[in-house]
């Protein structure tokens, strides 16, 4: 099985769609990428994979290899952190506070002819695809497999966690990362998920209340557009540990969109630290410099993204 050098398995849930699964998927990789762990994202939302586009590699194809498929590089380790050699040993390797880990992704969207192709396929089908990523994906050595989820506790997810625990080590399989938004409409169908993790016996790791504020492009303000706080409040319902709030942020979907680092008016003070300010969201090829995970340490989420990423490490890796 393809799995058996991944270290941990982290799945992000919800039972509500358009609550930012992908966007939080994508930030947790990069910010465990920042800690120099090697990170692997598998997107097994089929009908709408958006993975590829959050990393920027959506032109990009998966290469054949005996046994299975090559995942989409996004970017590799720095510092040697999990780098291998040219004959696929492992390689010296330097865990400097400031290294690097490699990043990879495999996604249904890098086997399509077109991004706007439709996916029709019947949940046997769907099954069989959910299956195949799991046993054909050649991951090599990873400390950690994040798999971004579609809404719902349906086929996919079903075949899924089957597949997971009947394959997986229990210590393979961390857990759960449950996302909502503050709604109540939202977290109505988010304790779904939760209850499907419980019949599963999927732990959970923690709940994520995504879109919990609205970051001003305009101003130092961070506005509670949708509410705040009924994510938190169903964490302490289940029982289950609350790893946080996140506001939406513009310059994150400029950063996703036009590849250009994030900047903030005088100020903005995210988290106690104050956000980088040089620049007015103009055409500046500087903005436009360096890889991804780079340009995302300068976003307003990463610093809360980097405190809840330690929360998950601490449950992980105790």
Same mark, same amino acid.
């Given at each position: ?58 032109? @990009? ?33 330097? &865990? ?140 302490? @319902? ?78 992980? &890796?105790?």
């Amino acid at each position: 099985m393809s799995l058996k050098d991944v270290k941990h398995i982290v799945l992000v849930l919800s039972g509500k769609g358009g609550v930012g699964k992908s966007s939080v998927t994508t930030q947790l990789a990069l910010t465990l990428s920042l800690k120099g762990h090697s990170v692997g994202v598998l997107d097994v939302d089929l009908t709408g994979p958006s993975i590829p586009r959050f990393f920027g590699i959506e032109n @990009e194809k998966v290469r054949q290899a005996p046994g299975g498929w090559i995942p989409v590089p996004v970017h590799e380790a720095q510092n040697g952190y999990g780098h291998t050699d040219g004959n696929g040993d492992a390689a010296h390797t330097n &865990e400097l506070a400031d290294g690097r880990g490699s990043l990879a992704c495999m996604s249904l969207g890098f086997l399509l002819g077109d991004r706007g192709d439709a996916v029709v396929w019947r949940g046997p089908k769907k099954t069989a695809m959910v299956r195949q990523f799991l046993s054909d994906v050649l991951w090599g050595s990873l400390d950690y497999l994040l798999i971004d989820t579609p809404p719902g506790t349906s086929d996919e997810h079903i075949s899924l966690v089957e597949t997971l625990l009947k394959e997986a080590t229990p210590e393979q399989m961390a857990g759960a990362v449950i996302v909502t938004t503050p709604q109540a409409i939202s977290i109505s169908d988010v304790k779904k998920e939760i209850n499907f993790c419980r019949k599963t016996g999927v732990k959970i790791l923690g709940v994520i209340e995504n879109m919990a504020g609205f970051v001003c492009p305009n101003c130092s303000e961070c506005t509670n557009v949708f509410s705040k706080g009924g994510g938190q409040v169903m964490a302490q @319902e289940f029982d289950v540990p609350f790893m946080g709030s996140l506001p939406i942020d513009p310059m994150f979907i400029r950063l996703i969109e036009e590849g250009k680092r994030p900047v903030y008016p005088e100020g903005t003070v995210i988290d106690g630290r104050a956000m980088q300010t040089n620049g007015h969201a103009d055409l500046d090829e500087a903005e436009k410099a360096g890889l991804l995970v780079e340009k995302y340490t300068a976003c307003s989420l990463y610093p809360l993204f980097d405190g809840m990423v330690n929360q998950l490490l601490s449950k992980v &890796e105790p």
